[in-house]
């Protein structure tokens, strides 16, 4: 038996070293070819297909989302006072559009606010639905042909609360609204900075409330007034601090149809202080002044006056895509 095995082994050693030679030998045969086939092959670069990247957009815009909340409950609290809660929520859109000398630039600003005192009532605090929209093409330099739109207006009915009375009904949606177009040239001498002259500028006061037409300046009779004149609009938007932003908007207008002389003046201001990620520290400012509204005081005596409106909250804060204010 041992000697059947030695013999088998001898056997299979003999025939794998026969094909190690003969294997050996066909590698020596083609060992020239294959060299070279790789002096070659090591001088060829395979070109790399990388596709072309894709051409920047030309559209930029982002949302910024703030929300402030306060709630206050009282229980046997000797000096008096309601439950109440408080909600102030603001929407900044912006969206841009830029190709070569032209420029598109649109913004969408709404907020809204309320007071709901539990044992008093509910009170609107703030309202507002304003869109910019402005075109340009560049004629010299920092220089710019322009032209501008502008809406501003409300989304919901806004009461005064005079003393033993009830509610009196002073503003509701498109009542009044406010829309401009104006042509002219939009100065622009640094990034943050941008002044617009429009001597033709078209304003349209509607006022769908037949009741508060005259409080707002038109006609008893007069939903709609056309107003013809020159407006000035200064627009500021920058980082003054590390996490500090400022957006203000100041805008002139001189009616021709009218007294050209008053000039009517709106006033936006907007400072925004990050906290963090998801908490800043706000403020907003809204100062109009309008001869044609017409604002009673506490006797009841109609007049024109200035206007002015203050939001300080600290809250929720939220920016989608390159936001900028």
């Known amino acids: 038996m041992l000697k059947k095995f030695f013999l088998f082994f001898s056997l299979l050693l003999i025939c794998n070293t026969a094909l190690i030679s003969q294997e050996s030998q066909q590698v020596k045969e083609l060992s020239v070819a294959h060299e070279l086939s790789i002096i070659v092959a090591s001088k060829v670069k395979i070109p790399v297909l990388v596709p072309p990247p894709p051409p920047p957009s030309r ?94 207006t409300q989304m919901s009915n806004g009461f005064t609360y005079p003393a033993n009375a009830d509610p009196r009904l002073v503003s509701g ?55 013809l004149g020159a407006q000035m609009k200064i627009e500021y938007k920058d980082k003054i601090l590390k996490n500090t932003n400022v957006t203000t908007t100041l805008n002139f207008f001189s009616d021709y149809l009218g007294t050209p002389k008053n000039i009517k003046v709106y006033w936006d201001l907007l400072v925004d ?33 200035l206007q002015l409106k203050e939001i300080f909250s600290v809250g929720f804060s939220y920016t989608f895509g390159n936001f900028k204010k």
């Not at 104006?182 to 500028?201: E, H, I, Q, R």
């Not at 403020?283 to 007049?303: F, M, P, Q, S, V």
Request: charged share 20%; no cysteine.
């Open 59 to 152: 559209w930029n815009g982002g949302t910024l989302l703030q929300l402030g909340f306060s709630q206050l409950s009282l229980t046997n609290w000797a000096s008096g006072g309601f439950d109440n809660i408080a909600l102030n929520a603001f929407v900044n859109i912006y969206r841009n559009y830029t190709y070569q000398q032209m420029f598109w630039e649109n913004r969408l600003q709404i907020g809204y606010g309320f007071i709901q005192s539990f044992g008093d009532r509910y009170k609107k605090s703030d309202d507002k639905f304003i869109f910019d929209s402005k075109v340009g093409y560049r004629a010299y330099e920092k220089i710019f042909a322009s032209a501008s739109f502008n809406l501003r």
């Open 273 to 305: 202080s990050k906290i963090n990620k998801y908490f800043s520290v706000n403020l907003r400012t809204n100062l109009i002044y309008d001869d044609d509204i017409l604002i009673a005081d506490k006797e009841g005596n109609l007049a024109p006056r």
């Open 173 to 227: 949606p498109l009542a009044p609204a406010y829309f401009s177009l104006g042509v002219g040239m939009d100065y622009k001498p640094a990034k943050p900075l941008s002044l617009n002259f429009s001597p033709l500028t078209g304003n349209l006061v509607v006022v769908r409330i037949p009741e508060l037409r005259t409080r707002y300046g038109n006609k008893a009779d007069q939903a709609a007034k056309l107003e």
